[in-house]
């Protein structure tokens, strides 16, 4: 099973920073990575594929970056809207594994 | 545009099982993969399996081997999650999901509504 560290698990910001959330995986998955929003009540949305594929339709103030064990989720200036949960998830290898979710909040 | 509708709420005793479903439309369902993701109340996201419908091949995680059970039916298309020897710890909302169509992508691009399943005596 390949672990996966999300950090931080909270983050406390304003609109229009630039804010960035991490994953670390236990081992390489090349970049066979996916970042997702969630809202409450609301199924997961793909934000990012291919570590740094953005899904069509996704604003392009989000962008991800990474290879092997080190990921990033960049969101370069933060909207209204973007106040969510944001999870990492890697299918790299069966079973396919989410992180443990960064929960982005109004500071 | 492709959607999948899943089955509604279901209430559960222990022991007992649950088939909830995922019916999609606008698109041709045995050329997708399908997967099962589910949360618990306040937790994570958690993967379960896949079906890839035109080979009706199944993969499971090995956390569920043996209690789950993904199917699909291409006359319908819809696909099927079965799991058995319910438990209160499986009490969560389960979603289908979508793979993107794509060699070697294995993300989900499109959702069901989520079906809550709570077991409780």
């Known amino acids: 099973v390949i672990w996966m560290t999300q950090s931080p698990s909270l983050l406390s910001a304003s609109t229009g920073d630039r804010v960035t959330i991490s994953c670390r995986m236990s081992?390489?998955?090349?970049?066979?990575l996916a970042w997702y929003q969630q809202k409450p009540g609301k199924a997961p949305e793909l934000l990012i594929y291919a570590a740094s594929t953005l899904q069509s339709g996704v604003p392009s103030r989000f962008s991800g970056s990474g290879s092997g064990t080190d990921f990033t989720l960049t969101i370069s200036c933060l909207q209204s809207e973007d106040f969510a949960t944001y999870y990492c998830q890697q299918y790299y290898s069966f079973p396919w594994t989410f992180g443990q979710g960064t929960k982005v909040e109004i500071k | 545009q492709v959607q999948l509708v899943q089955s509604g709420a279901e209430v559960k005793k222990p022991g007992s099982s649950v088939k909830v479903s995922c019916k999609a439309s606008?698109?041709?369902?045995?050329?997708?993969?399908i997967s099962w993701v589910r949360q618990a109340p306040g937790q994570g996201l958690e993967w379960m399996g896949r079906?890839?419908?035109?080979?009706?091949?199944?993969n499971y995680a090995q956390k569920f081997q043996g209690r789950v059970t993904i199917t699909a039916d291409k006359s319908t298309s819809t696909a099927y999650m079965e799991l058995s020897s319910l438990r209160s710890e499986d009490t969560a909302v389960y979603y289908c999901?979508?793979?993107?169509?794509?060699?070697?992508?294995?993300?989900?691009?499109?959702w069901g509504q989520g079906t809550m399943v709570t077991v409780s005596s």
């Open positions: 079906i890839i419908p035109i080979l009706g091949i199944a």
């Open positions: 606008g698109g041709t369902f045995s050329s997708y993969t």
């Open positions: 999901a979508r793979i993107v169509p794509a060699a070697r992508i294995g993300a989900f691009d499109i």
């Open positions: 081992q390489g998955i090349s970049s066979y």
